[in-house]
Nanobody, 125 residues
């Protein structure tokens, strides 16, 4: 099973982007499990960004993105999204989606079993 994150690009500060995460094979890996978003900036460790429970009824965000980012899922498309608004230069990073073999999420990267290849988001000042 491979996850595919897409939607990254170059955007000016204050702009918006929407990232998508889909599965290359069975979409059930997304529809049946909790999903997380992480990012890694150059020279920094991978950090938690957001997560959503299996049902979509519960979400969690890091302090740095809360109020600006929203994660949600579309079950019909077996896709999870990360809507990023009011982007800042410090949001520049490679963003990864991840799936856990669980209905609930964690902010720990080690909790997740499947990872996408990452998509680069660059926010210019």
């Amino acid at each position: 099973v491979q996850l595919q994150a897409s939607g990254g690009g170059l955007v000016q500060a204050g702009g918006s982007l929407r990232l998508s995460c889909a599965a290359s094979s069975s979409g059930r890996i997304i529809s049946n499990n909790a999903m997380g978003w992480f990012r890694q900036a150059p020279g920094k460790e991978r950090e938690f960004v957001a997560a959503i429970s299996w049902s979509g009824g519960s979400t969690s965000y890091s302090t740095s993105v809360k109020g600006r980012f929203t994660t949600f899922r579309d079950r019909a498309k077996n896709t999870v999204y990360l809507q990023m608004n009011s982007l800042k230069p410090e949001d520049t990073a490679v963003y990864y989606c991840a799936a856990a073999r669980s209905s609930y999420y964690s902010d720990a990267a080690g909790y997740y079993n499947y990872w996408g290849q990452g998509t680069l988001v660059t926010v210019s000042s």
